[in-house]
């Protein structure tokens, strides 16, 4: 089995930064793309970034800049820095893996618990 494991959420002050970060663990034989998507209350889940293996990124429109991904492969890991967050940022933050388990064909999409950010004064 995989499991995805997030940390760093929490309450933050408008303008404020956080950094979560996310660490997969298991039967890994390789990970492709990594990355992180949120849910706010009565949203559905929505991209805000992810990360190839290589290191190519993808953003939502609306974050770029505020926001950077980064991953590291030795580790299995991938971090989330979050700079300028604003109100409309809170939501649960979903960690996501693809993964090539040892000794499976084909690869399998893993998601973390989720963390909460909430930004508040």
């Known amino acids: 089995q995989v499991q995805l494991v997030e940390s760093g959420g929490g309450l933050v002050q408008p303008g404020g930064s956080l950094r979560l970060s996310c660490a997969a663990s298991?039967?890994?034989?390789?990970?492709?793309?990594m990355g992180w998507y949120r849910q706010a209350p009565e949203n559905q889940r929505e991209l805000v970034a992810t990360i190839t293996s290589g290191g190519s990124t993808n953003y939502a429109d609306s974050l770029k800049g505020r926001f950077t991904i980064s991953r590291d492969n030795a580790k299995n890991t991938v971090d989330l820095q979050m700079n300028s967050l604003k109100p409309e940022d809170t939501a649960v933050y979903y960690c996501?893996?693809?993964?090539?388990?040892?000794?499976?064909?084909?690869?399998?999409?893993?998601w973390g618990q989720g963390t909460q950010v909430t930004v508040s004064s």
């Open positions: 298991g039967s890994i034989f390789s990970i492709g793309a």
């Open positions: 996501y893996a693809r993964v090539w388990r040892r000794g499976l064909p084909g690869a399998y999409d893993y």
